[in-house]
């Protein structure tokens, strides 16, 4: 395949390689600058997708091209099985196919990051830019931005069964938060979404949708990219695939990758930064040695749990709040008709053993049945129990040097051994709310009984698993001296020059949550620090 050589049209002073929630940050902000060209590189195409728009619609997104449909080695610790790792491949990103969760984590997640040599990305910073990002509705008291881009939103009511469920939260000893992005963090909570009045509004058109119209922006879509191209030690731009013929894109002052915690590693490794051993062994040829690269891979690891009763029918469809006029013109303008009959609405953070300083477990509370108990005039809940703080690390290599082939992604889950019981613990923390006063009504029926032992609960996690699709630090900041860290402080790519890293590969630990959130604060920084000062 020839490869074109570049013109001016394709000639940039920063090339963004990926648009979903770190490219679109990215190329939004460095464009704010008049003086400033970018142009912001996607593998898929534009979401034409209008199923996307909606909650309900997540799963059926994973259907389409715009997934790029990975999935896991087989992990030995859940008996070889292999879990899908969906991964937005359209503009958006994986929060073009996600359920949109708003969920920042707490300060010693954060502070906990610098503590491991990311300097300068502790709380407080987190806390000052999420600020700038955020437009909530929720109480003040805990830092919440009111006038940022993002707009965001509480999931429906859904109807009495999410006020059950919370009612049992209290009574099982969880409590409940005003805020779970706020001051305080354990509890019951409705979830904080980016759908707002239903539909899905993601950094796609918060970000990039206005940017768009800036003639300093380019967005070339449905274009791989195969490895970056380099002067020496410099980077000067990107080799892209597209319409069957090669292209190199120029970038006059940086490269950022923003290809998530899959593509970032991978599109380093092909273009020979990485462990010497691993290049050599794949005939690629060497550029800098970064063994850190596609190690330190964190995702959260889960199971479902559920009961279901044939008595009280509290499962209806939802319909808009009567007194709320926002939702009630929305709802007309979309043509009417129920909001959700099948939602996952809330969650609620709890400490896997009272040893736990800080919630480890997070509880994802729906008001549907359980699929295996599910029948007509059947009521009932389902609960996500996910493991928040694993121990457990793994690793992301390259199956071969063709860029087309998928990575080989391993999260070792249940590797540590301090990781099945946590989330034993944690999958008992969501029985015991079939026992309370407020559920005991529903819970006629369990998939696991609300007496199962841990023997039988360890059986049911290795056999139920769920990844909650929350990959971080394959390419990870830290301390100069840390060999295993690939990027500085300033998501810079050590032993090269003019190459950042700006995504969730660069965090060095995970967060309680999920990860869009915290994507948009790297992002966020990265641009200031790009704005500041360029290598």
Request: glycine letters at 12%.
């Amino acid at each position: 395949m020839a490869i074109m050589s570049d013109s001016s049209a394709f000639r940039a002073d920063y090339v963004i390689v990926g648009a979903g929630v770190a490219g679109c940050v990215l190329a939004a902000r460095l464009t704010e600058e008049p003086g400033r060209s970018v142009i912001l590189v996607e593998a898929g195409g534009e979401n034409h997708y209008e199923v996307s728009a909606y909650s309900t619609g997540a799963h059926a997104m994973f259907e389409t091209p715009a997934n790029w449909n990975f999935s896991t080695t087989p992990q030995a610790g859940l008996g070889g099985a292999r879990l899908p790792q969906p991964r937005g491949k359209v503009i958006g990103g994986s929060a073009a196919i996600n359920i949109g969760s708003w969920s920042r984590g707490i300060a010693q997640d954060y502070d906990a990051w610098e503590a491991a040599g990311a300097v300068g990305w502790n709380w407080r910073k987190a806390r000052e830019t999420y600020e700038l990002i955020e437009a909530s509705r929720r109480p003040d008291g805990g830092g919440r931005g009111r006038n940022g881009p993002m707009q965001l939103e509480d999931t429906p009511r859904v109807n009495a069964m999410t006020a059950r469920l919370r009612q049992a939260c209290l009574e099982a000893g969880y409590g409940a938060t005003a805020d779970h992005n706020g001051a305080e963090f354990g509890g019951f909570d409705l979830w904080e979404t980016i759908f707002v009045h239903g539909r899905r509004r993601n950094a796609a058109d918060a970000y990039l949708l206005p940017a768009r119209l800036r003639s300093n922006l380019q967005v070339v879509t449905d274009a791989l990219v195969t490895r970056i191209t380099f002067q020496g030690a410099r980077a000067t731009g990107v080799e892209i695939e597209r319409d069957g013929r090669r292209e190199v894109i120029t970038a006059q002052r940086e490269v950022v990758l923003a290809a998530g915690a899959f593509g970032t590693p991978q599109l380093l490794m092909l273009s020979g930064l990485g462990d010497p051993a691993r290049l050599q062994a794949l005939g690629i040829e060497r550029r800098a040695d970064l063994p850190g690269v596609g190690r330190n891979l964190i995702d959260h690891l889960a199971t479902k749990v559920g009961w279901a009763s044939a008595g009280p029918g509290d499962i209806a469809p939802v319909y808009p709040n009567p007194d709320d006029p926002a939702e009630l013109a929305a709802w007309r303008r979309d043509g009417g008709g129920p909001l959700s009959a099948n939602f996952n609405t809330s969650i609620a953070f709890v400490r896997s053993g009272d040893e736990v300083a800080t919630p480890d477990i997070e509880l994802l509370m729906g008001v549907n049945p359980p699929d295996a108990l599910a029948g007509e005039g059947v009521s009932g809940c389902s609960v996500f129990v996910a493991h928040v703080q694993p121990s457990s690390r793994g690793t992301l290599d390259l199956a071969s040097p063709d860029p087309h082939e998928a990575p080989l992604i391993d999260p070792a889950y249940l590797s540590d051994p301090q990781d099945l019981p946590r989330l034993v613990a944690g999958v008992k923390r969501a029985l015991a709310l079939s026992r309370t006063p407020a559920l005991k009504p529903y819970a006629e029926r369990h998939d696991l009984a609300p007496d199962a032992d841990d023997a039988r609960i360890a059986d049911w996690v290795r056999a139920n698993p769920v990844s909650m699709y929350h990959p971080v630090g394959t390419a990870r900041m830290g301390a100069a001296d840390e060999r295993g860290a690939v990027l500085d402080p300033k998501l810079r790519v050590r032993g090269v020059q003019g190459l950042r890293v700006a995504d969730a590969s660069a965090m060095p630990g995970t967060i309680r949550g999920h990860t869009m959130a915290p994507v948009t604060y790297v992002a966020e920084r990265a641009a200031a620090l790009i704005g500041g000062q360029s290598n």
